[in-house]
């Protein structure tokens, strides 16, 4: 029902006043005093070298990946929990198909190492 | 929606315009409620430090340490909160703000309110604890932009692996819930808590902790990587990253992101009250009162983990989220899902 | 106006507005960071139809999850920034050319369709539950094709 989502969205607008509140008085609040060396980056007390935005291991892109697999599966999850029990041993077979394909997938990600972050 | 079914005597709550007055003044008292109980998460929390390290802790300012929160969260806001140069001004400053409304939103579904038999929360959803997942699951940003919009190694490194293992564990916590919902046959919290079994003489509430004990373990472990806490703190391991995506904030907008933490601290351990100790049940104490010892203990949880368990390295982290807390949440389902069509 | 009005018109705005974001902004980043606004009102414009359910899982995996992975490609990338001063000869007048011809064909569709106001919906439309009905059993087939599809996703990183 739509009607039960005002009250988020007026709590939304309300934790979004607060949150921006508390940025505002950060910025009104606290004195400025700025030089040099202060602004400096830092990189355990020596002048930094080269560009702080290196380029990242792919593991981190792999991760992502697997987690949209995965994300994925578990919201297909909630629906089904939910009305298991009209479905009763149907809805568990149906799941288990489902299932036994992404395990497929698990074990053949783990064989290829792609769960290791040696 | 707030329900108030106490006597209205001035007609406030009757009148359309009075009632959505009374609806925004009850969302800042929440608001204002959960900040402040997040800044007695932190005093607890260094008292029960102190404790297991046998020294004091804080006790200097007013009556046994008890206004030491007060008192820093006054000299935070007060602190000079500066930028270096070569940070990207906007992200960096937006970041911390999203730290704490994702975890402020999820209160909306969360029942807040208890008194004799009325709950009061601010939304009843059909969705329930999706939106807790939901709105938690855009921390992933404010981490990842602190941690790149502050041009610093550490942070980059830092945000990286937070985010990272922010997604991992999101998976685990996901799954884990799903036996809940198969036993319960519904999303919202006030559905679980108030789940009920006719055992033989028996016929009343009871601790899901009980019916579906893994979830419980795999919900615990995810919780405490979520938070970013110990023994999962490696976004901000001091020793190794100085602070991760925290190194180039100060001032009001650090104690911005220390807030979200607490705040998800006390968030995750209200959550796990309600979704595995029964919430406010508990025999012969009022409601209200049951779920605050219940939620004081499990935050108790917590801060006795930071204090026994050394941190764990990211391999390993990475390795306990997806292989061991995978395929055993996978397999709880499975089980959970026959037993519930055995059994039913 | 009713209050469904201003939010279909607020969550729309934002929705072009980070559109725009997408293709104007420099730094990458940013132009992840517009998606995800697109994405997040897109959300809101699916709660509006009655889709709670679908509101939940757009956040959790296209805010949630598909742009985390964006973000994770960009680091991938290192400090690159879109170099924008090579352009084709005409391009501007290519350019419109396209836009026009679009527009166009926008306004041809989009004549003569009559818009009627949608019927109340169902209070347990979009719910959990009725997502769940249709999905195991109407639309079976189609879900567990999915899986193959992300079978196929797993095998290929």
Request: proline share 5%; aromatic share 14%; net charge neutral.
């Amino acid at each position: 029902m739509l009607s039960d989502y005002a009250p988020l969205a007026i709590y939304a607008v309300i934790v979004l006043a607060v949150v921006g509140l508390m940025l505002t008085l950060s910025f009104v609040l606290a004195p400025v005093k700025r030089y040099r060396s202060k602004l400096l980056p830092y990189e355990s007390g020596i002048v930094p070298t080269d560009p702080a935005r290196k380029r990242m291991s792919v593991r981190f892109y792999l991760t992502a990946m697997l987690f949209i697999i995965f994300d994925v599966e578990a919201v297909f999850f909630y629906p089904w929990a939910v009305i298991l029990h009209q479905l009763r041993w149907y809805g568990v077979i149906e799941m288990f198909v489902f299932m036994l394909i992404l395990l497929v997938a698990l074990a053949h990600i783990w064989r290829k190492g792609g769960l290791e972050w040696e | 929606m707030i329900r108030l079914d106490t006597p209205d005597p001035f007609g406030i709550y009757s009148n359309p315009v009075g009632h959505w007055f009374v609806v925004v003044i009850a969302m800042l008292l929440l608001a204002f409620v959960l900040i402040t109980a997040t800044a007695y998460v932190v005093f607890f929390e260094r008292i029960a430090l102190g404790w297991m390290q046998r020294r004091p802790g804080p006790n200097r300012v007013g009556p046994g340490g008890f206004l030491q929160l007060a008192a820093d969260g006054v000299k935070g806001l007060f602190k000079e909160g500066f930028a270096p140069v070569g940070v990207d001004r906007v992200l960096f400053v937006v970041a911390p703000g999203i730290a704490v409304a994702s975890v402020l939103l999820g209160w909306a579904v969360i029942p807040v309110g208890i008194w004799g038999s009325i709950t009061y929360w601010i939304s009843d959803l059909n969705i329930g604890i999706l939106l807790v997942l939901a709105v938690s699951s855009m921390n992933v940003y404010a981490i990842m932009l602190g941690g790149w919009a502050s041009n610093n190694k550490y942070s980059l490194l830092g945000g990286m692996r937070a985010a990272a293992q922010l997604i991992s564990y999101e998976m685990a916590m996901g799954l884990s819930l799903v036996p809940v919902f198969l036993i319960v046959g519904s999303l919202r919290l006030q559905d679980i808590v108030g789940f009920t079994v006719h055992w033989g003489p028996y016929s009343g509430p009871i601790p899901l902790l009980l019916l579906a004990p893994v979830s419980f373990l795999i919900y615990l472990v995810a919780a405490v990587a979520e938070t970013n806490r110990a023994p999962f703190d490696l976004p901000e391991a001091e020793q190794e990253l100085i602070g991760g995506f925290l190194t180039e904030y100060s001032g009001f907008r650090f104690f911005m992101f220390y807030l979200a933490e607490y705040l998800g601290v006390l968030t995750q351990s209200t959550l796990i009250a309600l979704l595995f100790f029964g919430g406010w049940y508990l025999p012969l104490i009022p409601g209200a009162i049951a779920l605050f010892i219940k939620v004081v203990l499990l935050v108790f949880i917590f801060i006795w983990l930071r204090g026994t368990l050394p941190r764990l390295r990211y391999d390993m982290l990475m390795r306990l989220g997806w292989k061991a807390l995978l395929p055993l949440g996978i397999a709880n389902v499975l089980v959970t899902s026959i037993l519930v069509v055995l059994l039913s | 106006m009713g209050p469904a009005t201003i939010v279909f018109w607020l969550a729309s705005a934002v929705a072009l507005a980070g559109g725009l974001g997408v293709v104007l902004f420099k730094e990458p980043i940013r132009n992840v960071l517009s998606l995800v606004l697109v994405m997040l009102s897109l959300a809101v414009l699916f709660l509006l139809l009655s889709a709670q359910f679908v509101f939940a899982v757009q956040v959790i995996v296209y805010a949630g999850a598909v742009m985390v992975l964006f973000l994770f490609v960009i680091t991938l990338l290192g400090p690159v920034r879109e170099q924008g001063t090579v352009r084709l000869p005409w391009q501007i007048f290519i350019s419109a050319v396209v836009i026009a011809a679009f527009a166009g064909f926008l306004v041809a569709m989009l004549r003569g369709v009559s818009y009627r106001t949608p019927d109340a919906a169902d209070p347990i439309f979009g719910s959990v539950q009725s997502i769940g009905v249709g999905l195991f059993t109407d639309y079976l087939f189609p879900f567990e094709l999915t899986s193959i599809l992300l079978l196929v996703a797993a095998v290929g990183c």
